[in-house]
């Protein structure tokens, strides 16, 4: 069932959450709910930025304002507008860090990339792409994972973004190069999975992890040394700003706009 709230704002708030990230079918079911209460707003983080396009064209058609939270729809247009953060440029800011952080090791690196899932949504190219840019790896397509051809690179593979599957993941990487020395991970579950997997065959104090989102517990990981960095999204002003903007949208009729030179609301990195 899903969890309904009354905000100070008077307006009505039912929340939804898929079985894990990449649950489509689930995010599918809620809109489905949601046009058929009469709701005037959706927020949605995309568990696939594709495959939900068709359910957000049909609310979208009922006149619901739809804003996409953290990742942006594929297209972006299928949404009334994002509010997110720099996906890339959040990618690119721990890559920039990790480069310093190794120094001259950083020419030797032997670097996991643990991502996402096999659809290479918006938020898991951005963030993984942008990584290797700031490494100072050349990309190749900077719209496709795993085409660059960097020899320092020892694979990809995704987690579908928890724990579970980065500790796999890890593990599969680590089969192919035992002597992994950089991990970028997609966010901060897939990173603590990797940290148990190194911890098991005891490289949990050599190998350099960095990720992306600054979660509560993904913070608490940076303090206690499981996490190299992390690049600190603000997930609670995208939902606040989104609220407020389906708010004067259902009272004006205005909908939200980008943010000057950028094709989404910014909400930093």
């Known amino acids: 069932m899903p969890k309904r709230r ?40 995309a568990n696939d930025s ?39 440029n959040a990618g690119e800011l721990i890559g920039q860090w990790a480069l310093k952080t190794l120094g001259p090791k950083a020419a030797s690196a032997k670097i996991a990339m643990l991502d996402l899932s096999v659809n290479q949504v918006s938020v898991d190219v951005g963030r993984d792409q942008g990584f290797l840019k700031g490494f100072g790896i050349d990309p190749g397509n900077p719209a496709k ?16 973004g928890n724990e579970e599957g980065g500790r796999k993941a890890m593990e599969n990487l680590l089969q192919k190069d035992p002597g992994i020395s950089l991990v970028y991970t997609i966010n901060e579950p897939a990173a603590a999975g990797a940290y148990e997997a190194l911890r098991s065959v005891g490289r949990d104090k050599d190998v350099l992890i960095v990720s992306v989102d600054g979660g509560c517990p993904g913070v608490r990981n940076v303090k206690d040394g499981v996490i190299g960095a992390t690049s600190m999204q603000f997930p609670l002003l995208m939902a606040a700003k989104g609220v407020e903007a389906v708010k004067k949208f259902a009272e004006t009729g205005t909908k939200p706009q980008p943010s000057p030179g950028h094709d989404f609301f910014n909400t930093g990195v």
């Open 6 to 45: 009354r905000p100070p704002t008077g307006i009505e708030l039912r929340s939804f959450a898929g079985k894990i990230d990449g649950d489509n079918d689930s995010q599918v079911a809620a809109i489905e709910n949601l046009i058929a209460a009469g709701a005037k707003g959706i927020l949605i983080t």
């Open 50 to 88: 594709r495959a939900i396009v068709p359910a957000i064209g049909k609310a979208r058609a009922k006149g619901v304002l739809v804003i996409a939270l953290d990742t942006p729809l594929d297209p972006p247009t299928a949404a009334d507008v994002t509010f997110a953060t720099d996906n890339f």
């Open 145 to 160: 994972i795993g085409d660059e051809k960097d020899a320092r690179i020892v694979g990809h593979d995704v987690t579908a």
